[in-house]
């Protein structure tokens, strides 16, 4: 069997292929991973899988979107850290739904019932679904971050998510509660993925919840400093770069 993964972040998709490498539910010949709604229509556009487990929100966009540039008669397992939404899925669609952070158990429970119902699979109520679906979705803002915490995934949400720095190579996540994590993924691409009212990028370096700001120090015109609970690990001194200090006052407003 031939199975498509569409996900964006790379612990999502590293972790479900180990748990689809270690299950013997259904026998996985393949895999393909793509990891953009762009990869996915090209790849779609000539070629087919048996299965696809498909996330929601992806980095170039909703992953919806994908049906409206390829024909897809494929059983759809949709991936998603929104619980609403996964709720909205689960109503329209005839597979199920994997609700992020999820274990070995609730993945055996999709795949069994993808046994159960693929030689009966009917793809039309799923692509005269999609215009329904399309019409209520949000605009693709992550509500919920991926992290790993040991052998396992946890999803952080985005109130609970204090700033992202970066660090060398790396991006982190630091939560409220004091806890860092690496984020895959890269401060470029992030804050066009936040919630503008909630996040605010201060500099080359940082990316804020402005509950996480907890002294504003104005030292002069072009040099405001930010004081954050909890204190970062590293760069202890937070400036907010001077060409943007006055928008990131004015958001401090809002």
């Known amino acids: 069997m031939k199975i498509a993964i569409i996900e964006d972040e790379l612990l999502a998709v590293n972790y479900l292929r180990n748990l689809l490498d270690n ?4 026998p ?14 090209d790849f779609f556009g000539s070629s087919s899988t048996d299965l696809i ?9 909703m992953s919806l979107e994908i049906f409206e540039s390829v024909e897809l008669f494929t059983p759809i397992i949709f ?19 994997l609700l992020k952070p999820f274990e070995e158990e609730d993945l055996y429970k999709a ?13 039309e109520p799923v692509l ?10 949000d605009s693709g803002i992550m509500k919920r971050f991926m992290v790993r915490e040991g052998n396992k995934l946890k999803s952080i949400d985005e109130h609970h998510t204090a700033y992202f720095f970066a660090s060398g190579k790396y991006l982190f996540l630091t939560t409220m509660d004091n806890h860092t994590y690496i984020y895959d993924d890269t401060i470029k691409d992030i ?3 936040l919630n ?37 690990e590293v760069n202890t001194e937070v400036f907010v770069s001077k060409r943007q200090i006055t928008d990131c006052l004015q958001w401090l407003k809002s």
């Open 23 to 26: 299950q013997s539910i259904v």
């Open 28 to 41: 996985v010949t393949e895999t393909v991973v793509l990891r953009s709604k762009k990869q996915a229509i």
């Open 53 to 61: 487990f498909m996330d929601i929100h992806l980095g170039d966009g």
């Open 79 to 97: 991936i998603t850290a929104f619980d609403e939404y996964a709720m909205r899925v689960f109503r329209h669609f005839t597979i199920d739904y």
């Open 111 to 123: 795949l069994n019932k993808f046994v159960s119902i693929r030689n009966n699979f009917d793809p």
């Open 128 to 137: 005269k679904s999609i215009s329904t679906l399309r019409q209520g979705e």
């Open 191 to 193: 804050i066009h993925k």
């Open 196 to 232: 503008p009212q909630v996040f605010f990028r201060v500099n080359r370096k940082f990316i804020i919840n402005k509950e996480a700001i907890t002294e504003i120090i104005k030292h002069s015109s072009q040099k405001v400093e930010l004081k954050l609970s909890p204190e970062p």
